[in-house]
Nanobody, 113 residues
Framework: QVQLVESGGGLVQPGGSLRLSCVASGFIFSFYGMSWYRQAPGKERELVATSTGGSTNYADSVKGRFTISRDNAKNTVYLQMNSLKPEDTAVYYC????????WGQGTQVTVSS
């Protein structure tokens, strides 16, 4: 079955950077677009970034600061996050497009001084 394992989160000061990784298994990774989502406390999960075919798309709130990339040979999708803001604090998840029913455990990103 589909398995998604996110890592790379942590505590970072405003203006800092983090690189998240997500290793996927249980499906043919190169056949699917991949996305990153995030869920802040008390809020719904939101779509942050998508890599589909040769194109990428970003939520307005992260455009110019976050970059999604993938390595099909490693079944891994990345999210490079720069110029982090306190409002980026959330649990970050990856999933394929369209999303699989199962989600990983996510990785916590906390932006605070």
């Amino acid at each position: 079955q589909v398995q998604l394992v996110e890592s790379g989160g942590g505590l970072v000061q405003p203006g800092g950077s983090l690189r998240l990784s997500c290793v996927a298994s249980g499906f043919i990774f190169s056949f699917y677009g991949m996305s990153w989502y995030r869920q802040a406390p008390g809020k719904e999960r939101e779509l942050v970034a998508t890599s589909t075919g040769g194109s990428t798309n970003y939520a307005d709130s992260v455009k110019g600061r976050f970059t999604i990339s993938r390595d099909n040979a490693k079944n891994t999708v990345y999210l490079q996050m720069n110029s982090l803001k306190p409002e980026d604090t959330a649990v970050y998840y990856c999933n394929r497009r369209p999303p699989a029913a199962s989600w990983g455990q996510g990785t916590q990103v906390t932006v605070s001084s």
